[in-house]
């Protein structure tokens, strides 16, 4: 089987774990859920579970209990691209090719439907108890993944995007929107897998290392794409960042530069997760296929 045959593979099992825990909800709330459940199933390519599972399997990890972290991270993920995507953010019209949320259910349930699937990912997170024998794997991974998605994590370096929309930036203050708005929810992911596999302290501190890296090269990835695509390919509008008067590593370096920087991290990334001595041929694949991707 080669590469892409075996990541088809892999895709389609993590889209199956989520699908699993897809809300359902009957009666008054049943519009909101409906919300919920469209931009879940809209696609994409289930990145962060699909990385979340195969560090977990990588160190050894054998039991369900991954399978809501799986599910909790897309819905992280998908509330963040749901509120991203608002008149108020980025004001988009598509995503995944397809019309997003508050343009389907209008702007009032898009908010609501983002807020509500960030609160479910923890209440399904915290059903890993029940998934395990080791519920102190499972507290340690509820902590980081809280912190990660929160004010020191992926929502304090959305605000500082927002804060900074149309304004010239500092390349350090960009690096740390990319940290903390991309990169932290990759490294919450892998790093995830590895506390509930029970890898030791200075492993997960390696996967992290390997997936900061891994996170600033999709970011700097997704702003050449962001230059050089097009809609259809990408499945949302390009020229966004030109439109809303963004900042970006491309507009600071040049395409030619941006490039070489992509290449770097995923190096780094790779040497990174070669140290750990694990069986990594499939995941260091994929992290080589995510610095060339074309959506």
């Known amino acids: 089987m080669n590469f892409r045959e075996e990541l088809n593979q892999r895709t389609a099992k993590t889209e199956e774990i989520i699908m ?88 009032a349930c898009a908010i609501l439907a983002g807020d509500a699937l960030l609160n479910y990912a923890y209440e399904t997170m915290l059903g890993g108890f029940g998934m395990t024998r080791y519920p102190d794997r499972v507290v340690k ?19 500082v995007d927002v804060e900074n929309d149309g304004k010239p930036l500092r390349a350090s203050v960009l690096e740390y929107i990319y940290e903390k708005k991309t990169s932290a929810l990759l490294e919450a992911s892998m790093q995830i897998g590895a506390i509930l596999a029970g890898a030791s302290e200075n492993a997960c501190d390696v996967i992290g290392l390997a997936a900061s890296n891994i996170g600033l090269a999709f970011q700097i990835r997704d702003d050449i794409l962001d230059l050089i695509s097009t809609d259809q390919v990408l499945g949302k509008p390009v020229h966004s960042d030109e439109k809303n008067l963004k900042t970006t590593y491309v507009t600071l370096n040049g395409l030619e530069k941006a490039e070489a920087r992509v290449k770097e991290l995923t190096q780094t990334a790779l040497d990174a997760l070669r140290f750990t001595g694990r069986d990594i041929t499939f995941l260091c694949s994929l992290v080589e296929s995510l610095a060339v991707r074309e959506k």
Do not use: W
């Not at 699909?50 to 819905?75: C, H, N, R, S, T």
């Open 20 to 107: 699993a825990y897809l809300p359902h909800v009957e009666g008054h709330a049943f519009r909101l859920s409906e919300a919920m459940s469209y931009s879940l199933t809209a696609g994409g390519k289930r990145l962060r579970p699909l990385l979340m599972k195969e560090v977990y399997e990588i160190f050894g990890g054998q039991e369900k209990v991954i399978e809501p972290f799986m599910a909790g991270m897309e819905m992280i993920h998908t509330h963040s691209l749901i509120h991203d995507d608002l008149p108020a953010l980025d004001n988009d019209d598509l995503r995944r090719g397809k019309p997003t949320v508050h343009k389907v259910f209008g702007e």
């Open 141 to 159: 991974a509820l902590c980081l993944i809280a912190e990660k998605t929160g004010i020191q994590g992926m929502l304090g370096g959305q605000s």
